[in-house]
C-alpha cells in the first residue's frame, strides 16, 4: 500500500504519544504535527480568485478546476482511487504537508477539493473537507476536536442523529454532554465544565425552527475559551454564515439543501485550515471520505444554491403565511413570520428564511395523517432540502422514539407537521394543501 510504505519512513514516530496542545493526537498523523511551513487556505488547484465575490457567484464559480488539459469549462470528475508519487509525494508525508498532495483517494482527490474549496469560500472559511454523510462529518468533527474526559454543552434539541452520537458514543470513549435549552444563555453557561470543549449548536431547530443567536453563542465561546460547532444544515451559507459570529467549525449534512436534489448523501466541516487539518486526520482513520462521482453531484448542485434558498424561503413564507390564516390550523412555524418567536432575532442575522414550515392543524396527528396522504405536489417522506417539497409527522418519524408526552414537553403537539418547500410555484402548493384541507374537513 502507498500510505503504508510512505508512512514507515516515520517507523521511529511516537506510537502512543500524548496529544499534543491542538488536541491532535501524535499516533494519528504526527507527520501532521511535524508541519514547519505556514498553513495556507486550502488545500488549493488552480481556480478562480474569488476576492470580492457575492455567494451567487461564489456557488456558481468558486473551487471550479481550469483543466488546461482539455479547457473543459466545469470540473472533470477524477474517478481514481490513486495517484503517481513522486519524491515531492513522498517528502509530504514526512514533512507534515500530505494533504496538499494527491496520494490516495481517502487522503484527498482533485474532485474532493474542488468542491471543498466552493463549500469553504461560501462559507468564508480557509478550509473544508466533505464526508459520506452528515453524520460521518458531525461524529468525526467531535472526535476530532475532543480529548479523552472532554465535554460538550449541546443544544436540547438536535438532529436525531447527532443526539444519539453524543448519548451513545461519546460515554465510550469517557466523554460526555451536557444538553440545554439552545435559547436559554445563562443555563449553556452554567452548564460549562472546567473539561468543557465544545459548545455545539444547530443554527434553526427541528421542527420547531427555533433560531440560536449566534453572536452570543460565539461570545460565550470566546470568553470561555471553548470552540463553537454549528450544524448549519437548516440555514446553509446563504441564510447566515455562522464563522462570522465567532463559530469555530460549521457542519453541514449536505444531503439537505447544499446539494439540494435528494439523490446524494454527503457531509462537510469548514473552518480555519488548522482545526479542519485535525478532522481530516481523524477522517482518515474514521474513513468516512466523499466519492469523487458523489463531489462532482454534489458540486454541481451548489451552482445552484443562491437561487435555490432563496426560492425556497419565498416558497416556504408564502405557505406559511396561508397556512396561518387556515381555520383548521393551530399554529404555523416559519422563522420570517412576525409571529414566530425570534423573527426579530433572524432578521437580523438571517439573508432570508429558511425552505422549512412546521404546523399543527385541529384534529390531532389523525387529520395530520389524513391531510398529508392527500395531498399530491408534496409527498410524504421524511428528508429536506430538495428542489422537490416533501411534508411529515414528526410524531412517526423524526421523534417517533419519544413518548406523546415528551413530544409535548418539547412543544410538538397531536397535528404537527413539518413541510420541506421546494421550489414550486407557491400557488400550486397552497392549492394542493387548500383542496387537502377541504377533503379531510369535509369528512368531519
Ligand atoms: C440530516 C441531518 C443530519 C445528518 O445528515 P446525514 O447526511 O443524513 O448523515 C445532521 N444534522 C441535521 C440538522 C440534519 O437535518
Not at 451567487?56 to 503517481?84: K, M, R, W
Not at 447527532?162 to 452554567?190: H, K, W
Not at 435528494?262 to 481530516?280: H, M, N, P, T
Request: charged share 20%.
Amino acid at each position: 500500500m502507498v500510505s503504508t510504505n510512505a508512512l514507515s519512513s516515520n517507523r521511529d514516530m511516537p506510537i502512543r504519544g500524548d496529544r499534543g496542545a491542538a488536541g491532535i493526537d501524535s499516533k494519528v498523523a504526527g507527520w501532521l504535527e511535524s508541519m514547519d511551513r505556514k498553513r495556507q487556505s486550502g488545500p488549493h488547484l488552480d481556480t478562480l480568485d474569488i476576492e470580492g465575490l457575492s455567494d451567487e457567484t461564489l456557488a456558481v464559480h468558486a473551487g471550479s478546476v481550469n483543466d488546461s488539459a482539455t479547457g473543459c469549462v466545469g470540473t472533470p470528475i477524477y474517478q481514481s482511487t490513486t495517484f503517481l508519487l513522486n519524491d515531492d509525494q513522498y517528502r509530504s508525508f514526512a514533512q507534515g504537508y500530505a494533504r496538499d498532495r494527491f496520494i490516495y483517494t481517502r487522503y484527498g482527490n482533485p474532485s474532493q477539493w474542488s468542491v471543498q474549496e466552493k463549500l469553504a469560500a461560501l462559507e468564508g472559511a480557509e478550509s473544508a473537507v466533505v464526508f459520506s454523510s452528515g453524520m460521518a462529518a458531525i461524529a468525526t468533527t467531535l472526535m476530532a476536536l475532543l480529548d479523552p474526559g472532554g465535554h460538550v454543552v449541546a443544544s436540547n434539541e438536535l438532529y436525531g442523529g447527532t443526539y444519539n452520537f453524543l448519548n451513545m458514543e461519546l460515554p465510550n470513549t469517557g466523554m460526555s454532554a451536557t444538553l440545554v435549552d439552545p435559547r436559554n444563555y445563562a443555563a449553556i453557561e452554567a452548564a460549562i465544565q472546567p473539561n468543557t470543549q465544545i459548545l455545539y449548536f444547530e443554527t434553526i431547530t427541528n421542527p420547531l425552527l427555533k433560531i440560536v443567536d449566534l453572536r452570543r453563542l460565539g461570545e460565550i465561546a470566546a470568553r470561555r475559551g471553548i470552540r463553537l460547532v454549528v450544524d448549519a444544515t437548516f440555514s446553509t451559507p446563504i441564510v447566515t454564515k455562522p464563522l462570522r459570529f465567532g463559530a469555530h467549525v460549521v457542519v453541514h449534512s449536505a444531503t439537505k439543501y447544499l446539494n439540494g436534489h435528494s439523490d446524494l448523501v454527503a457531509g462537510v466541516a469548514v473552518g480555519e485550515r488548522k482545526l479542519v487539518d485535525q478532522i481530516w486526520a481523524r477522517m482518515l482513520n474514521f474513513g468516512g471520505c466523499l466519492d469523487p462521482h458523489a463531489c462532482f453531484m454534489l458540486e454541481r448542485g451548489l451552482k445552484t444554491l443562491a437561487i435555490r434558498m432563496q426560492a425556497h424561503a419565498r416558497t416556504a413564507l408564502a405557505v406559511a403565511s396561508y397556512l396561518e390564516m387556515h381555520p383548521g390550523v393551530r399554529r404555523v412555524y416559519h422563522p420570517m413570520l412576525p409571529s414566530h418567536a425570534d423573527h426579530d432575532l433572524a432578521k437580523e442575522i438571517m439573508r432570508c428564511g429558511t425552505g422549512n414550515v412546521t404546523f399543527e392543524i385541529e384534529g390531532g396527528d389523525e387529520a395530520a395523517l389524513r391531510l398529508v396522504d392527500n395531498m399530491k405536489l408534496a409527498r410524504s417522506a421524511t428528508s429536506l432540502g430538495g428542489v422537490e417539497s416533501l411534508i411529515s409527522l414528526p410524531f412517526n418519524s423524526s421523534h417517533s422514539s419519544f413518548t406523546a408526552k415528551q413530544r409535548a414537553e418539547m412543544g410538538i403537539m397531536p397535528g404537527c407537521i413539518r413541510l420541506s418547500a421546494g421550489i414550486e410555484d407557491p400557488q400550486d402548493l397552497i392549492r394542493d394543501m387548500d383542496r387537502s384541507f377541504n377533503i379531510i374537513f369535509s369528512e368531519r
